[in-house]
């Protein structure tokens, strides 16, 4: 019987452990919740969502909408989780997180050929396939171990989280409900600024006081190295006035309904469960200390009273230089057998994570069953994330969300501008995947 281990039991963790299990693999699942928890996990679910609780957008002129419809038509579990679970947020996927983990949990403890062991583990035995999928806050000792012991190297950035708010404690007179440009459902709630409102909340911004690093995280503030998907926000205020009004805070496509007007900037919250209960900030990731973002983020009008659920926090992410040490299936050039999966390699975000898990659960089941590696096409974005990871760009590695600027041009021109190339890219990489699917049947 074809066997491999999977450590770690996040995103990637559970979709590799899950395609190697559904392809004929026994599969043993290391995961060292509930015996030890980072700094950023709580739960003992599998798959916990630390971060927003939103996929992004499902459109197919989109690149991470391209993404998660690869993923559904190859089975994705952490796909069928989603849907499961969605909560309403326009044209986003997003879901209720403790509903999206326990589904994920669920499946996974459920699994005829899946095996788990609650441990942690901190070096690595070369007895079989691995799939090593430990995640941005991989424990010291493995970390280590992936360092020295490997020699892989590793490098660090800092990830941050935006904070929640009760619902109840909204001041819907003021904050509205409305989509941009009233396109799809009015999902989300808009809390619109005056330009004096505005400068108040910024200056108050800029001068907040930040949390300190924990332990785990102290580096100089000078070597930090901030994703700009997930850039605090204070962090991206510091960049200029108007940097939140074009990012985040942007109002285009939205009317105060008091006015009748575009507001100056509009802060926008997103269902964080599929009840409506709990609002998230969307783009407020943050690393202000809980008192200071109590006293600032309450400058937001409609925020005046909210009762924030939990706070903002930062923590720190660990990735692979591994560009020429990793394969495009995620396996370990200079040591067959060995994969890994998720932010680690340098792939960024919860899709993009998932999305790594697949391809190296995949390619790692193959290589159980003694038959050929293949690469997933480059022209999906399932592939070209790992052609980016095992190729890198120009210049330092850095983290990479799903985009097109990855995937190979199309070979003609294509009228009807940015969307309708893009969806064309989609439509081409639907088409390839559909061929290497049958293929692998």
Excluded: W
Aim: some cysteine.
């Amino acid at each position: 019987m074809a066997k491999l281990t999977v450590i770690g039991a996040g995103l990637a963790g559970c979709e590799a452990a899950f395609q190697a299990a559904e392809r004929g693999v026994e599969v043993t699942l290391i995961e060292m919740k509930p015996k030890r928890y980072t700094p950023a996990h709580h739960s003992p679910a599998f798959a916990e969502l630390v971060c927003s609780n939103s996929l992004r957008s499902d459109s197919l002129a989109n690149a991470v909408g391209l993404l998660k419809e690869e993923m559904r038509r190859s089975g994705s579990l952490i796909l069928a989780a989603a849907d499961a679970t969605r909560v309403p947020a326009g044209s986003a996927l997003a879901v209720d997180r403790v509903k999206f983990s326990d589904f994920i949990t669920q499946k996974i403890r459920n699994h005829p050929r899946i095996h788990v062991e609650e441990r942690e583990v901190t070096e690595l035995s070369f007895d079989g396939v691995t799939v090593v999928a430990t995640g941005p806050l991989t424990s010291d000792a493995l970390a280590a171990y992936i360092r020295n012991d490997l020699g892989l190297g590793n490098l660090h950035f800092f990830d941050a989280a935006a904070p929640i708010v009760d619902a109840a404690s909204i001041n819907y007179d003021v904050a509205f409900f409305a989509s941009r440009y009233g396109k799809g459902d009015a999902d989300y709630v808009n809390c619109p600024m005056t330009k004096e409102e505005y400068d108040a909340f910024y200056t108050a911004l800029i001068t907040a006081e930040e949390a300190e690093l924990k332990d785990f995280d102290k580096q100089s503030q000078a070597d930090l190295k901030v994703f700009e998907g997930c850039m605090p926000v204070e962090v991206m205020a510091r960049r200029g006035y108007d940097t939140l009004r074009y990012g985040p805070l942007k109002p285009v496509g939205l009317t105060d309904p008091r006015t009748g007007k575009e507001p100056y900037a509009v802060v926008q919250l997103r269902k964080e469960n599929r009840e409506g209960s709990m609002f998230n900030l969307v783009g407020f990731q943050t690393h202000l200390k809980f008192s200071e973002q109590k006293r600032v983020f309450s400058m937001i009008p409609g925020l005046e009273n909210a009762e924030f659920l939990r706070f903002g926090v930062m923590h720190r992410n660990t990735y692979i230089n591994s560009p020429g040490v990793l394969s495009a299936a995620y396996e370990v050039k200079a040591r067959t057998g060995l994969f890994f999966a998720g932010q680690m390699t340098g792939v960024e975000g919860y899709v993009e994570s998932a999305g790594s898990g697949f391809v190296a659960g995949v390619s790692a089941a193959r290589r159980a069953l003694g038959q050929e590696v293949i690469p997933f096409p480059d022209v999906t974005m399932l592939g070209a994330m790992g052609a980016y990871v095992s190729r890198g760009g120009v210049g330092e590695f850095v983290p990479m969300n799903a985009n097109f600027g990855i995937v190979p041009p199309l070979d003609h021109r294509v009228k009807g501008g940015k969307s309708a190339k893009n969806e064309a890219l989609s439509a081409r990489a639907l088409e390839a995947l559909e061929a290497f699917l049958r293929e692998e049947d």
